[in-house]
């Protein structure tokens, strides 16, 4: 990682409320819970804001990320608009976000690219042979900008999963079929190689953008840089990220767009959920009502371990868990985890940065409840967004 500049981030942010979420606020939800945390939230916004206004470049929310509408209006007063990635993304993006509104998805039918023109600002194509499928119909938008989608076919994404510049990578045009097509009717190149990662990284992807697609990059009026970016991250370098995005947007008399997901609502969100059932040896296990498998997927296909409030570090002086969900599925396993004091049936668990790739991945597999979702307000107010009930089960399934 770089070494960052927390100075920036601090100074940044007048810090209203230190409290995340209390007791008093806790003994206020029924679980399982999402909690998006406005102040946090805002917290990222103001970083992201601050980089567009240091460079006039635009950040756009993946919606693929985190979709929860109710947070829309205030991601809107920083934010230059979405990216979608279906057209349900971007009808909500229209419909609820009404700025920008950006598309890309591997393959679009003529069906699904004729109704996206209606919701659209921007839409990457993410292969010649579908720019050529599908270009007489975006004749049918005026002010309609298309992208191409290109693979520098370099990344440092070490997890394969995750890993969109592999050989065989079905994501995005090469370098040498590009030099082969027509850039007519594109005005924009797309490019998304990172993830989770800091700025040296992008810097070192941008050398083989530059490498392999300079002339483009001169004849094309915006490039987009993707997702992936950890600009809210306490270590990321944004004081040489705006430099470089003026750097680039001069060179090649160019806009430059910016598409996160996670670090827009990166450490703004928690899970809380309440102890079922204890085992009674040491180590033990804890079953809870929010479940890894159907609540927080990416726990076990990344995989990784979340952090919760109040854990301890593992010693030999304190009580360990093996946290499990309410599921029949052997692995909904959140981690193993330890803790000062015996658990009790009931206490309450706080899990962290939960608000990307949640809500929008979460199933009901084995009928097992959705958890609502609450807003906390920046003045310490708790409000209900969404509860789930049973006839959400049954239209999902059928
Ligand atoms: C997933 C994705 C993003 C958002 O990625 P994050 O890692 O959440 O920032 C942006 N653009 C594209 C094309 C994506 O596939």
């Given at each position: 990682m770089t070494v960052g500049n927390p100075l920036l981030h601090k100074s940044m942010v007048s810090c209203k409320r230190k409290n995340i979420l209390s007791p008093d606020i806790l003994n206020k939800i029924s679980t399982p819970a999402y909690v998006i945390d406005?102040?946090?939230?805002?917290?990222?916004?103001?970083i992201l804001s601050y980089i567009q206004n240091s460079t006039n470049c635009k950040i756009l929310l993946a919606l693929k990320a985190f979709s929860t509408s109710a947070c829309f209006p205030l991601i809107k007063k920083y934010l230059s608009g979405v990216t979608a990635s279906s057209l349900n993304e971007a009808k909500l993006g229209s419909e609820e976000f009404g700025k920008n509104v950006h598309v890309y998805?591997?393959?679009?039918?003529?069906?699904?690219?004729?109704?996206?023109?209606?919701?659209?600002?921007?839409?990457?194509?993410?292969?010649?042979?579908?720019?050529?499928?599908?270009?007489?119909?975006?004749?049918?938008?005026?002010?309609?900008?298309?992208?191409?989608?290109?693979?520098?076919?370099?990344?440092?994404?070490?997890?394969?999963?995750?890993?969109?510049?592999?050989?065989?990578?079905?994501?995005?045009?090469?370098?040498?079929?590009?030099?082969?097509?027509?850039?007519?009717?594109?005005?924009?190149?797309?490019?998304?190689?990172?993830?989770?990662?800091?700025?040296?990284?992008?810097?070192?992807?941008?050398?083989?953008?530059e490498s392999k697609f300079e002339k483009a990059l001169y004849q094309l009026r915006w490039v987009n840089l993707g997702g992936g970016h950890y600009l809210t991250h306490p270590e990321y370098d944004v004081k040489k990220l705006i430099t470089f995005i003026n750097k680039i947007q001069n060179k090649f008399d160019i806009s430059v767009y910016m598409e996160p997901g996670e670090a827009v609502v990166y450490n703004s969100g928690f899970l809380v959920t309440s102890i079922l059932d204890l085992g009674d040896i040491n180590p033990s296990y804890a079953i809870v009502d929010a479940s890894a498998s159907a609540h927080m997927p990416d726990i076990l296909e990344m995989p990784y371990r979340p952090t919760?409030?109040?854990?301890?570090?593992?010693?030999?002086?304190?009580?360990?868990?093996?946290?499990?969900?309410?599921?029949?599925?052997?692995?909904?396993?959140?981690?193993?985890?330890?803790?000062?004091?015996?658990?009790?049936?009931?206490d309450k668990l706080v899990l962290t940065d939960m608000a990307q790739y949640t809500i929008v991945k979460n199933t009901t597999f084995n009928g097992i409840e959705l958890p609502s979702i609450h807003l906390l307000k920046t003045d310490g107010e708790l409000k209900l967004i969404k509860k789930f009930n049973y006839a959400d089960f049954k239209s999902r399934v059928g």
């Open positions: 406005e102040y946090l939230l805002e917290k990222n916004l103001k998805a591997p393959a679009y039918t003529p069906q699904i690219f004729k109704k996206l023109l209606k919701y659209s600002s921007h839409i990457v194509m993410n292969s010649f042979t579908q720019w050529k499928r599908l270009k007489h119909l975006a004749v049918f938008s005026e002010n309609l900008e298309i992208g191409i989608r290109v693979n520098p076919h370099y990344s440092e994404v070490a997890n394969a999963k995750y890993n969109p510049c592999s050989t065989n990578s079905r994501f995005g045009v090469s370098s040498d079929t590009l030099k082969n097509e027509s850039l007519d009717g594109i005005s924009g190149l797309h490019f998304h190689a990172l993830c989770q990662q800091p700025f040296d990284v992008l810097e070192r992807v941008w050398t083989q953008i919760l409030l109040n854990e301890s570090p593992m010693s030999s002086s304190t009580f360990k868990y093996s946290i499990g969900g309410p599921t029949c599925l052997s692995g909904d396993i959140i981690g193993d985890y330890s803790f000062e004091k015996k658990l009790k049936i009931g």
